[in-house]
């Protein structure tokens, strides 16, 4: 009996010290797959937990689109706008300017004045003539043969009267503007003056437009539309020398428009 138990003991024995002996070596023996070593990405956390590699890139995706926005709010269009380089002058609806011509000094008589203006207004009824033998010449009122004779006579007639205004163009009216009618050390004051001269020859070329085609159209005389064009043609001159002599001087200044 005691060497029965004897020999289980002895089993029980050599069955603990094999199951020591196994755990001993389980845990001393190295692991026998290769560890894959990861490189890690220059500037870059290394992390093997998908949920925190996933966490990694959506901060980096969001610190990049904080960037962009940071960038957009700094970028602003440029708008390229061309400098003004006049000032639009107010719109006169004075119908001349209240200034008067000096005396004659260049051995011009005022008779020879009052024949200039004459001639000019004739010119321009002999214009209008011809507009509208040419408009009853299309519109068949007129025959061919006495439209070119009528035509004929008037071009000679304007001629003539060409002949007689040109050499007075360039010393009539002779016009010496009034003392203190503009600061001529003031740039500025003397532009805004040559706009409201231009603006104002403009409405009187406008005026003379209107007489041609109410003569032409029958709603006034010859006579009555020689004598709107003496006045406006008058006060149109002055402007025309009054614009000369402001651009003279802003040349002179370097003034160039």
Partial sequence: MKKYIAILFCIFAFTACDSIVTK?????????????????????????????QTATQAGAAAQTTTQADAAAQQFVPITQTAPATTQSAPVTTQSAPAIQSTPMTTGITEETVTAYYQNVAEEKAVEADIEKLETDFRMGRVQQDTFRTQKAALKQQENMLEAQIDPLDNIIPSYTPPQGWVDTTNIQAMIQKLQEVKIASDQFEFSLDQAEYSYISGGITRDSYKQQVIELEKQKDILDRQEDILENILESYGYDD
Wanted: proline share 14%.
């Fill in 24 to 52: 001993t070596q389980s845990a001393v023996t190295p692991m026998t797959q290769p560890i894959v070593q990861e490189t890690p990405i220059a500037g870059a956390a290394v992390t093997s937990d998908p949920t925190a």
